[in-house]
């Protein structure tokens, strides 16, 4: 497949240190990537770089087979950007931003009113459309924001935080309309440190700290990197107690044992060894409600991430490995 960004050592650093220091990796056209990090990782900054916006002190990058440093103007023809703060003007309605924008980019008068419209219909604003923006809620800003950042149809979509103060019923619309976009086959980077919207969204992960890279690929990949075993989960109906715990871990394959909830959470050596583990509960006279293996989330492996860099960098003392797969299990 094409890589829609490329990027070699890419660097960029401000008065007060690095901002992104050496960011190299490949995101394939049609890839939804999630930038992960804690705030002043270097997420923004690196969305900066990538659609022209600032220009590195060293390395380079490739955007749709541009360079941001020298091709800003041509990138920013062919993406959208929604920023953490959606930046409409409260002067205007929502129709009255979006056309403004339209025009800006070359909309005749007739093709942006049917743009707009078209927009507004889908992200569930026609019927604000003639509403100063001023009063809008911020689900209903980002609503606007997204439409607008889709205006000219781009091919690639960056969105830095774009659930940030938006309550549960808001994020899951976002989140929705996130979802349909990168249906439609478009390249997303998706800058969050919200792990679930980013879980349920992501093809690749990458996780940066201190400006720096320290995680990339599909979550799936990183977790087999980190953890060998399989994770199961038991229904009991109950919390696990002391003497099931016990009994369980000693089932042949069982690396460990964690109540948890209704049940339990373990770590087997294979799948092979969820029914011995479901017919050792049995035996105790248990009534096991269910049985699965259960596939690290995108939030375990970003903990797990985490964890391995405060140990590199001495800031937790720990095995790790009985660390990292006690993470899974609880």
């Given at each position: 497949m094409t890589a829609a960004i490329r990027t070699e050592g890419l660097t960029r650093g401000f008065r007060s240190g690095l901002a992104v220091d050496g960011l190299t990796f490949e995101l394939e056209a049609g890839q939804v990537l999630a930038l992960l990090g804690p705030n002043g990782a270097g997420k923004t900054t690196t969305v900066r770089l990538l659609d022209g916006v600032l220009l590195p002190h060293a390395g380079r990058s490739l955007v749709l087979g541009l360079d941001p440093a020298v091709d800003g103007d041509a990138i920013r023809r062919r993406t959208g950007v929604l920023t953490e703060n959606a930046g409409l003007d409260d002067r205007l309605t929502s129709r009255e931003n979006l056309l403004y924008v339209a025009r800006l980019r070359g909309f005749t008068r007739s093709a942006a009113t049917r743009r707009v419209d078209e927009l507004l219909e889908r992200f569930g604003m026609a019927d604000r459309r003639d509403d100063l923006t001023g009063g809008f809620s911020t689900g209903q800003r980002k609503r606007v924001a997204l439409a607008r950042a889709l205006l000219h149809d781009p091919e690639l979509l960056?969105?830095?935080?774009?659930?940030?103060g938006l309550d549960p019923a808001g994020t899951r619309d976002v989140i929705a309309l996130i979802d349909q976009l990168a249906a439609e086959g478009r390249t997303v980077v998706l800058a969050t440190h919200f792990l679930g919207e980013a879980g349920r969204?992501?093809?690749?992960?990458?996780?940066?700290?201190?400006?720096?890279l320290r995680a990339f690929g599909a979550p799936d990949e990183l977790a087999a990197q980190l953890w060998s075993g399989v994770g199961a989960e038991l229904d009991f109906g109950a919390a696990a107690d002391a003497a099931t715990v016990a009994a369980l871990a000693d089932v042949p394959g069982v690396r460990s044992v964690h109540p948890h909830g209704d049940g339990a959470r373990l770590v087997l050596d294979d799948r092979e060894v969820l029914p011995r583990a479901v017919a050792a509960a049995v035996g105790r006279g248990l009534a096991v409600y269910g049985a699965a293996t259960r596939r690290p989330t995108l939030e375990d492996v970003y903990f797990a991430i985490e964890r391995r860099i405060a140990e590199e960098e001495g800031e937790i003392a720990t095995d790790g490995f009985t660390a990292r797969l006690a993470e899974v299990a609880s």
């Amino acid at each position: 497949m094409t890589a829609a960004i490329r990027t070699e050592g890419l660097t960029r650093g401000f008065r007060s240190g690095l901002a992104v220091d050496g960011l190299t990796f490949e995101l394939e056209a049609g890839q939804v990537l999630a930038l992960l990090g804690p705030n002043g990782a270097g997420k923004t900054t690196t969305v900066r770089l990538l659609d022209g916006v600032l220009l590195p002190h060293a390395g380079r990058s490739l955007v749709l087979g541009l360079d941001p440093a020298v091709d800003g103007d041509a990138i920013r023809r062919r993406t959208g950007v929604l920023t953490e703060n959606a930046g409409l003007d409260d002067r205007l309605t929502s129709r009255e931003n979006l056309l403004y924008v339209a025009r800006l980019r070359g909309f005749t008068r007739s093709a942006a009113t049917r743009r707009v419209d078209e927009l507004l219909e889908r992200f569930g604003m026609a019927d604000r459309r003639d509403d100063l923006t001023g009063g809008f809620s911020t689900g209903q800003r980002k609503r606007v924001a997204l439409a607008r950042a889709l205006l000219h149809d781009p091919e690639l979509l960056f969105l830095d935080e774009p659930t940030s103060g938006l309550d549960p019923a808001g994020t899951r619309d976002v989140i929705a309309l996130i979802d349909q976009l990168a249906a439609e086959g478009r390249t997303v980077v998706l800058a969050t440190h919200f792990l679930g919207e980013a879980g349920r969204l992501a093809d690749r992960m990458a996780v940066l700290h201190k400006g720096r890279l320290r995680a990339f690929g599909a979550p799936d990949e990183l977790a087999a990197q980190l953890w060998s075993g399989v994770g199961a989960e038991l229904d009991f109906g109950a919390a696990a107690d002391a003497a099931t715990v016990a009994a369980l871990a000693d089932v042949p394959g069982v690396r460990s044992v964690h109540p948890h909830g209704d049940g339990a959470r373990l770590v087997l050596d294979d799948r092979e060894v969820l029914p011995r583990a479901v017919a050792a509960a049995v035996g105790r006279g248990l009534a096991v409600y269910g049985a699965a293996t259960r596939r690290p989330t995108l939030e375990d492996v970003y903990f797990a991430i985490e964890r391995r860099i405060a140990e590199e960098e001495g800031e937790i003392a720990t095995d790790g490995f009985t660390a990292r797969l006690a993470e899974v299990a609880s």
